[in-house]
């Protein structure tokens, strides 16, 4: 008769208890889910549920009422702190079971709950961040039973949360016996994989972040997450400063063999920039710097190296030794002079070969072709490409030489993505004459409006993803042969086509500052860049044994704004249902974030890292007779029968 059975949603798992057992406390019991820092204390709010049926009571009530009408102390104090509880969510904690009873323990209260990884598909990952906050309460020192501080905090760890074995940071031992003083022997620790003190703060205190970063050569992007939901409280970027010892990858690396301690300095200038970000990242969310309590990174394998102060000079020539292919793990942030607190740790996730680095890793983790049957191509363009096929079955990577011509470099009127840009470019294939939109316009160029619209500030250049545009559009106006020869006898018929010393080129936009045009030699780089990616490609599709894939996914800037068809006009990309051509956004900062949210992803990670099979696109003789062929729109022989559907 004083027993009560209580089932838990949506697990289903139930049992029996005592009347006046706390729900959190039959959870426990029964391995149900809940979250908690504090114990049960009513102070952290990670315990809520919803009371679907039954009879509860609250502490401190002797003579049970029937029901739970009024909000227990506890949870009217926790109110008054955090503002109210949502409607019918009750703090576990300090709720009693009274008679039989139906709770419901929401997503949000479970620790290791699903997060999806990608927006647009149903994969996803459970939360199991690496580091846990855990707030006890810890027996005042006796003389007559003598035990040191930290003997007695760890008692009370393993009493309560069943932490046993933990190992010790000598800053926590610096700072444990202040804190358990200033915190009237309560304290809150943050424990790193279950098994090392990295922090101690007095009282209670629930503010655990991490940092995810993604270093590229050009901009440095980070996002400032919080531990125990997962949710991005912050992101920024910037430019890369290493800019200043060179614009490309190989021009650094060159800095570096003419100057002694060049790569230190490098190494300090990326990270006083991670500094800047972490310190405009922690202002805009509000959070501390010592509650980023941990920090991850991914990059080329030379910004990789870099971040870690490791020198890059290998990765400048063949035969392009890394100096580790495994992941980088628990380096301690002040070993970093990372601007966070100082025992967070910092895992770097593996680069996969001298070329593919830890960038290309997130985007495998945060992509996942290695957990299904479809047949997945992964392309990330930058100056270099980095290319990634297989499926669960098979994983092959590689890395090939486009140049920088798709981000608008070497382009005669090509700028950087920014405001003024023309973006989209169509083609009258009966007039010749364009239409273009420009980044930060809304109207087509031949709107009424277009001008006054631009007269602020004006029409700059053209970026990657324009080009790409241009060029196709010209291919399918038959102002550019196959072979990508602009047709000099169109002149007699357009005054867009002009003579440009011996060759031809096409006027896009002419106005009173300046002429943007494209010139044959703007087509021969684009025609390079694009036979690269594309016999990239097609050498992975070789060594898999295939000639056609399911899926492309196009990371970063460039598979953000490019249109897909266009890219398929050209031959960037092999034939592939259009509807199965997307961005994949910043893949290989998701996975950093993947790989700060979850412990498990990272074994994954570096366990798949070790099964790609690499490329070399260098030493590979079938790679030159691949690119011969795909410098033809859009390629000597290879069909792309989506294009004609
Ligand atoms: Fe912390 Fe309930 S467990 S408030």
Redesign the pocket.
Known sequence: AHEALVVFTPSGRRGRFPVGTPV?EAARALGVDID????????????QVDLCEGRFAKHGVSSWPDHLSAKSDTEQA?EKRRGPLRDGRR????TLLLGDAVIDVPPASQVHRQIVRKRAEVLDIALDPIVRLYYVEVQEPDMHVPASDMRRLKEALAHEWRLTGLETDIRVVQQLQQALRRGGWGVTVAVHDDRRLIAVWPGFQAQAYGLAVDVGSTTIAAHLCHLQTGEVVASTGRMNPQIRYGEDLMSRVSYIMMHPSGDQAMTRSVRDALNELTVELATEADVPLDAILEATFVGNPIMQSLVFGINPVELGGAPFALATDEAIDGLWATEMDLAIHPNARVYGLPCIAGHVGADTAGMILSESPYLGEELMLLVDVGTNAEIVLGNRHRLLACSSPTGPAFEGAQISGGQRAAAGAIERVRIDPLTLEPRFKVIGGELWSDEPGFDAAMASHGITGICGSGIIEVVAEMYLAGVITRDGIVQGGLAARSERIVADGRTFAYVLHRDATRTIAITQADIRAIQLAKAALYAGIRLLMEHFGTDRVDRIRLAGAFGAHIDVKYAMTLGLIPDCDLAHVTSAGNAAGTGARIALLSRKARREIEEVVRRVEKVETATEPRFQEHFVAAMAIPHRHDPFPQLSA
């Not at 908690?36 to 315990?47: A, I, P, W, Y």
Request: with cysteine.
């Open positions: 959190l908690s820092v504090c114990g049960g204390r009513g102070l952290c709010g990670r315990c926790w703090l576990s904690c300090s």
